[in-house]
C-alpha cells in the first residue's frame, strides 16, 4: 500500500537555526499539507500547497515558515529561525488527485526538538 | 468558540461494550468530514468519512446532522484495540481540515 514518508524522524535543533523537513507524498497525490501537534495538544493545520503555489494557510505559518516541492516529489516545510515554541511533531499529509472529499494521508511525522 | 469541539473523554470502558463519541463544529460551510483514530506518538490514520445519510463500516457507525452541525461516532462491541484517540475532523472548500482536540478511548480487558 502506497504512503507518505517524512524525513528525518527527529531533528534536534538549536533555536535560531534553520530546519528543513522533508515529505514524499503518494506518487499520484497532487493536494499537500503540513500540519503541526505540539506534544499534548490538537493537530494544528498549517498550510495547504497545490498546483505548485499556496492554497491556504494558517496564523501559525508566518513568514519565518516556507513550503516548496523542488524536484516534483519531494514536498518540504522550512522554518528560516526556529523558536523554542517550534517544537512539535511535524506531519505531512497528501490527497488523490480529484479535489471534494478526498481523504488525506499522513506520513509519519518529524519530532522537531529546538534547543 | 473552537471550530471543532469534542467530548473531553476520557473513556474507559470494558471490552465488549458500546461507546459513543460526539463532535460538533462551527462553521456552517463545512463540507466533508471525517473520523481519524490516533495512535500514542503516531499520525492520525482515517477510519472513515462521514456522510449525510450516515455511515457504517464493521462495528463503527458515523452519522452526521449538518442543521444541528453535529457529527458522531459509535463503536459497538469494543476491542483492546480500539484503544486510541479519535479525532473529528472537518474539512472546508479547499479540503483544509481542522482537527478537534480528540477523545481519548481505553478499552480494558
Known amino acids: 500500500e502506497p504512503e507518505v514518508t517524512q524525513t528525518p524522524s527527529h531533528q534536534v535543533t538549536q533555536m535560531g537555526q534553520e530546519v528543513i523537513l522533508r515529505c514524499v507524498p503518494i506518487?499520484?497525490?497532487?493536494?499537500f499539507y503540513w500540519y503541526r501537534q505540539i506534544l499534548g495538544q490538537k493537530v494544528e493545520f498549517l498550510v495547504s500547497?497545490?498546483?505548485?503555489?499556496?492554497?491556504?494557510k494558517s496564523e501559525i505559518f508566518d513568514d519565518q515558515f516556507s513550503v516548496e516541492r523542488p524536484d516534483g516529489s519531494n514536498f518540504t516545510l522550512k522554518i528560516r529561525s526556529t523558536k523554542l515554541e517550534d517544537s512539535a511533531m511535524y506531519f505531512c499529509?497528501?490527497?488523490?488527485?480529484?479535489?471534494?472529499?478526498?481523504?488525506?494521508?499522513f506520513g509519519p511525522g518529524t519530532r522537531l526538538t529546538v534547543t | 468558540r473552537k471550530e471543532v469541539e469534542q467530548d473531553p473523554g476520557p473513556f474507559n470502558v470494558p471490552e465488549g461494550a458500546t461507546v459513543a463519541f460526539n463532535c460538533t463544529y462551527s462553521?456552517?460551510?463545512?463540507?466533508?468530514f471525517f473520523w481519524y483514530r490516533q495512535d500514542c506518538r503516531k499520525e492520525p490514520k482515517l477510519l472513515m468519512s462521514?456522510?449525510?445519510s450516515g455511515n457504517e463500516d464493521g462495528r463503527f457507525t458515523a452519522q452526521l446532522n449538518r442543521a444541528s452541525q453535529y457529527i458522531s461516532l459509535l463503536i459497538r462491541d469494543s476491542k483492546l484495540s480500539d484503544s486510541a484517540t479519535y479525532l473529528c475532523?472537518?474539512?472546508?472548500?479547499?479540503?483544509?481540515?481542522?482537527f478537534g482536540a480528540g477523545t481519548r478511548l481505553t478499552v480494558k480487558p
Open positions: 475532523v472537518v474539512g472546508y472548500n479547499n479540503n483544509d481540515m481542522r
Open positions: 506518487s499520484n497525490h497532487l493536494y
Open positions: 462521514v456522510y449525510s
Open positions: 500547497f497545490y498546483n505548485n503555489e499556496i492554497s491556504e
Open positions: 462553521n456552517s460551510a463545512s463540507q466533508s
Open positions: 499529509a497528501t490527497q488523490g488527485p480529484t479535489r471534494g472529499r478526498g481523504e488525506q494521508y
